[in-house]
């Protein structure tokens, strides 16, 4: 790692960019705009972002929260948990935890920084982790293991049974530093009486361990206000989703992130619900004007993208998609399966959304449970793609639900799971109309294919497949 | 008493004659496709420069990929060891010694005795290797003495996007046609190799002097760009030639063992 | 009797499989060491481990499989497209990993594109990740599923009775393949890693009875024998191994292996299983609690005792960390036991690899020859 990387912890340095950049638009247009040539590497993401208006002000605004918040939690009292995305954090609020969540901070970090989060990843690397893993983990967990980072209290999974390199990341950092460890565990059916009595027991443990870590008893009332706040978010989540069937889709192309980062970052936190909130209001009211919400107003396409998305610096992606007319209509990471939404309804898939019950504590922690268990990747990568409930029928419904032209596939070549049966799915989706696409690239890593090659291949498979 | 060391590589080939410590001679060939002939081949022309035959030598150690085909060695010591042996000859000081050779990468520890500590080698793929130089140096039209030069007159060196030397040839090639000068791109290559070489580098842990053999450390660019990178300067090697530590230290283990030392 | 071992550990359809299949019995195979071998027995039914070895190349395991995927499983889809696994009846998939538990859906697909290289009864079975009361349960009731599965498909039933008496009998292999163990830890001992392998992997072809008698002989041989002396000792550990060929390039003249964590090692056979009590709950306690296996997540401390407990018994000079590329859990462990090990004085040496044809025989032996000149130079020194 370069000397002047080792300077600054790199979560102090993130909260830094992110609390100046909500501030960019205090000023008037004209300092804004000399502001931006001060950030070559991630002007246009702020400028994207601000684009939106209020929503994107807000987003902004809760991600230099997020960070000062893990920065500063040592001196405030607060226990840090070294978490992941598919890992819904409203139990860590209910308990005054703070949560660090891995890959959020790593797509921040490729997002903005030159290299991303090379140096980092490297890192793993030095310290005798296998460079073949994710590199979502990687990014954020080599600054932790070297040390340039808050002090980390704990690790909390819950990816056993569902990505390995995710868990075996978390195993790896905890021993590395010798810190606590907690896996919550997923059998592979996702229904039935015996995979729910697992889901509880599982997390009554996890409880018990957070209170062990903490020193204090989970509170319900806590834990209530912090659901009462979650069901208020499906709620705004399911109105977007439903929105996003129209045609043209009304959605500015960034909505979609924001949607799930906000809920990984802040899931029952008025946070959270602020920015969905903001979002509502101007995507009723582009529907009202049945406009669509790409920027250039004219909607070509409209892309499924059935896994994660592409974190090429300064949101490429979506500079992409939306200079191409293509709408974006969500991925995997968006979908939280309550019983509200509208796929849900779609499917008919009671079974496999939840409901939230704050009756007493038995159920409250059914709840979260069950919540934890629906969560992106956990609910739908679990057991075989094909079976039930899981990733073939969750993309076709939803592609269908969404109008899709195309599926697109991208990952990263850590991604032992999907890269073992990405082929397969692709052959069950082409079977059903589907033009697929998958990338080879690397979401967190420009190193493995670089972005203008990236574009080129995606550009040439709409070409190849007549879809422009 | 002469002892004598063969390096018998994949690309090249090196022999080294000594003599109560000193080097008498030493050569360096371009390896021939068979090893055997290739030992053969850079022994007989040490010889004969030193005015010497065979008979004179009292005992010889091979090193290197070919090692065990050629006939007339003693011993065969493996060619990490021999590096490690080579390189303290040529920095008495050093502790970690990197070597980047024409088809893999190695970086070993020695404690203050001179014995090998740790040792960690990368030969899964060119890139980290001389191999990857020697793609981009043709593609840029350059001698690879010229690629390593490259790095002190770039203004702006490029960042390669990939590791990978396929695609970063891909990339040259448009950062040529896109009119980049070519010492930003020739001190770009030499900066990702440093960057894949220090990974490995770190993974052994890093102890003072630090040193580089082989054929790249005669590269200023990438022996610079590593230092910059692992934050901790590289002693450059005067004695001898860098690419000769392997057979340097298949010599010095020929002569301790023909002392009655012990390896 | 090395012999029968060898043949049975490099042959796919050996000379038990054919003549237990010309008696008109089934044989169902499995792809991991989590799976109670004891149901299969209970049943009449020959339990067979699925290995990839002898897959000279890729090409249908890389036709489902994408290209970030350790070999393992890709030979194993690669032997089972070629037809060469139609010898079974049945398979097990267990998530083990996520490329092997993947190997479920590649395998049906596999079976849907070519008749007959899917077997009639294929069975996911769900192992957890961890051991608690809760998971045990899970696993217990995963087992009854499993025996209830069998037993309708194959038409048998499978008693509590059945299952004891199988319990005993593989306890017995057990207690055989512990002595076998205490014999690679003397100072000279009678056997190569090689041969050991050999062994081990003889049990996981063949029915358990004549194995057990195999054993017995074997043992009782090696208690006679002079013994290897004079070697660099080592201990392999990492990912799964089933090709005496690579423990043969490890040892070469110098050195022995004589202790090892491997899945096709001593992991397949540590610890008993309790012979009194419900025998579906004993066997998951035993197979869940008992196999260290970095899939088990969280329980590094634990591993790596018992991997400092081992060096000490069978005195270690070094340790092999080997991985498979993309074999994440191992590889990173490996990196964890490295430091750890090394910190207590014990030399270690990782090594990645490639699973399937032994191709990379030079680039290995050069690596180990280092790491054995490395520990001789510390033995010289002290």
Not at chain 1, 40 to 53: A, E, K, M, Q
Not at chain 1, 87 to 92: A, D, E, K, L, R
Not at chain 1, 137 to 156: E, H, K, N, P, W
Not at chain 3, 159 to 165: G, I, P, V, W
Request: charged share 25%.
């Amino acid at each position: 790692m370069r000397k002047e990387t080792k300077e600054y912890k790199f979560d102090w340095m993130l909260w830094n960019t992110f609390a100046a950049a909500s501030r960019l638009k205090s000023g008037t247009q004209k300092e804004y705009q000399a502001m931006l040539k001060y950030i070559p590497y991630f002007n246009r993401i702020v400028d994207t972002l601000l684009g939106t208006g209020e929503p994107g002000q807000k987003f902004i605004e809760i991600c230099s929260k997020y960070m000062e918040n893990l920065t500063f939690a040592k001196e405030r009292g607060k226990k840090t948990a070294i978490t992941t995305f598919c890992f819904s954090p409203s139990i860590f609020y209910a308990m005054d935890i703070v949560p660090i969540c891995l890959e959020v901070l790593s797509v921040m970090m490729t997002f903005i920084y030159k290299r991303g989060t090379a140096e980092f990843m490297d890192y793993c690397n030095e310290v005798g982790f296998t460079e073949t893993s994710c590199s979502s983990q990687r990014g954020t967990s080599g600054a932790y293991l070297a040390g340039i980072g808050a002090d980390i209290d704990m690790f909390v999974t819950d990816t056993p049974g569902v990505c390995d390199t995710n868990a075996n990341s978390f195993a790896f950092a905890s021993a590395y530093l010798n810190k606590p460890f907690f896996q919550l565990d997923m059998p592979p059916d996702l229904t039935g009486e015996r995979s729910s009595e697992y889901h509880r027991e599982d997390f009554k443990a996890l409880i018990r361990f957070l209170e062990a870590q903490t020193g204090k008893k989970l509170d319900p009332e806590r834990l209530r206000e912090n659901l009462r706040e979650l069901a208020r978010q499906d709620e705004i989540i399911a109105e977007l989703e439903d929105l996003a069937r129209m045609v043209p889709n009304p959605l500015p192309i960034s909505y979609n992130l924001m949607v799930y980062a906000s809920r990984f970052l802040f899931a029952g936190m008025p946070e959270c619900t602020g920015v969905l909130e903001s979002m509502l209001k101007i995507a009723r009211e582009n529907a009202a004007k049945n406009i669509s919400g790409l920027s250039g107003g004219v909607e070509k396409l409209r892309a499924f993208f059935c896994y994660i998305d592409h974190y090429a610096q300064n949101m490429q992606l979506w500079q992409m998609l939306d200079g191409n007319g293509i709408c974006y209509q969500g991925n995997i990471l968006s979908h939280f399966w309550s019983h509200n939404a509208p796929h849900v309804a779609e499917y008919h898939k009671e079974e496999a959304a939840y409901n939230i019950d704050m009756t007493d504590m038995d159920s409250l922690i059914d709840s979260v449970g069950i919540i934890n268990s629906r969560m992106p990747m956990i609910k739908s990568i679990r057991g075989p793609y094909d079976a039930p409930n899981m990733w073939l029928e969750d993309t076709l419904g939803l592609a269908k639900m969404y109008k899709a032209d195309l599926i697109v596939y991208n990952g990263t070549p850590g991604c032992r799971n999907t890269w073992g049966m990405v082929k397969l799915l692709a052959r069950d989706t082409e079977k059903a109309g589907y033009p697929t696409y998958i990338m080879y690239a690397d979401a967190f890593d420009e190193r493995v294919q670089s972005w203008e090659t990236t574009e080129e291949r995606f550009m040439e498979f709409l070409k190849v497949r007549r879809l422009v | 008493m002469f002892a004598a060391g063969c390096d018998v590589g994949s690309l090249t080939s090196k022999a080294v004659i000594m003599k109560g410590g000193k080097i008498i001679e030493s050569v360096i060939i371009k390896s021939k496709a068979r090893p055997w002939e290739s030992a053969d081949e850079v022994m007989g022309m040490a010889l004969s420069r030193a005015g010497l035959t065979m008979t004179d030598i009292k005992r010889c150690v091979g090193t290197g990929y070919g090692r065990d085909k050629i006939s007339f060695i003693h011993e065969a010591v493996s060619e990490i060891a021999c590096h490690g042996k080579g390189a303290r000859w040529l920095v008495p000081s050093v502790r970690t010694v990197i070597d980047i050779g024409g088809q893999d990468c190695k970086a070993l520890r020695l404690d203050d005795k001179g014995n090998m500590m740790k040792f960690i080698t990368n030969d899964k793929c060119a890139s980290g290797t001389g191999r990857f130089l020697e793609v981009m140096a043709k593609v840029l039209n350059l001698s690879l003495d010229e690629l390593g030069e490259m790095s002190a007159r770039s203004k702006q060196p490029i960042t390669f996007a990939s590791a990978c030397t396929v695609w970063a040839q891909a990339d040259v090639i448009q950062h040529l046609n896109d009119k980049v000068p070519i010492e930003d791109i020739a001190a770009g290559v030499n900066n990702a190799m440093a960057s894949r070489m220090s990974t490995l580098a770190c993974n052994i842990g890093l102890e003072k002097d630090v040193c580089m053999t082989g054929g790249v450390a005669k590269n200023n660019g990438v022996v610079n760009a590593l230092e910059k990178h692992l934050g901790i300067r590289i002693k450059r090697i005067h004695r001898e030639d860098p690419q000769l530590a392997g057979a340097i230290g298949a010599a010095l283990f020929a002569a301790e063992k023909a002392n009655g030392g012990v390896i | 009797m090395m012999k029968d071992f060898f043949e049975a550990s490099t042959a796919l359809n050996n000379k038990y499989v054919t003549q237990w299949k010309k008696n008109g019995k089934k044989v169902v195979g499995y792809t991991c060491s989590y799976v109670p071998d004891e149901i299969f027995h209970a049943a009449g039914i020959l339990p067979f481990r699925i290995r990839g070895f002898g897959a000279t190349d890729t090409t249908i395991g890389d036709t489902y499989f994408g290209p970030f995927i350790c070999s393992l499983p890709k030979c194993m889809l690669q032997l089972a497209g070629e037809g060469k696994l139609n010898f079974l009846d049945g398979a097990i998939i267990t998530p083990g990993c996520d490329s092997m538990r993947r190997l479920d859906e590649c395998w049906r697909k596999a079976g849907s594109d070519v008749g007959g290289v899917i077997p009639p009864f294929f069975f996911h079975y769900g192992v957890p990740h961890k051991y608690s009361d809760y998971t045990i349960k899970w696993l217990t009731e995963e087992t009854r599923r499993l025996i209830t599965a069998v037993e309708e498909h194959f038409c048998v039933k499978i008693t509590s009775d059945d299952l004891k008496k199988a319990i005993k009998l593989y306890n017995y292999s057990r207690k055989l393949l512990d002595r076998f163990e205490e014999l690679r830890t003397l100072d000279a001992p009678p056997f190569s890693g090689e041969e050991a392998l050999a062994v081990i992997l003889a049990g996981t072809t063949m029915p358990r009875e004549e194995y057990n008698v195999l054993l017995e002989q074997f043992i009782a041989k090696a208690d006679k024998a002079p013994g290897i002396k004079n070697r660099v000792r080592l201990m392999l550990v990492g990912s799964a191994n089933d090709d005496v060929g690579l423990v043969r390039v490890m040892e070469g003249e110098k050195a022995i292996v004589v202790a090892d964590n491997l899945c096709f090692g001593s992991r397949f056979y540590s610890d008993q299983v309790e012979e009194e009590g419900d025998p579906v709950f004993e066997l998951s306690r035993r197979y869940l609690g008992h196999n260290d296996c970095p899939r088990m997540y969280g329980d590094y401390r634990r591993r790596l005792n018992i991997l400092a407990q081992k060096v000490e018994k069978a005195k270690i000079d070094g340790v092999i960390l080997q991985n498979i590329r993309f074999c994440d859990l191992h590889g990173s462990e490996n990196g964890l036991f490295e430091r750890d090990l090394e910190g207590k004085g014990i030399p270690c040496m990782r090594l990645e690899r490639e699973y399937g044809p032994l191709v990379e025989t030079g680039r290995m032996k050069m690596r180990v020859d280092t790491f054995i000149e490395r520990i001789q130079q510390r033995r010289a020194i002290a």
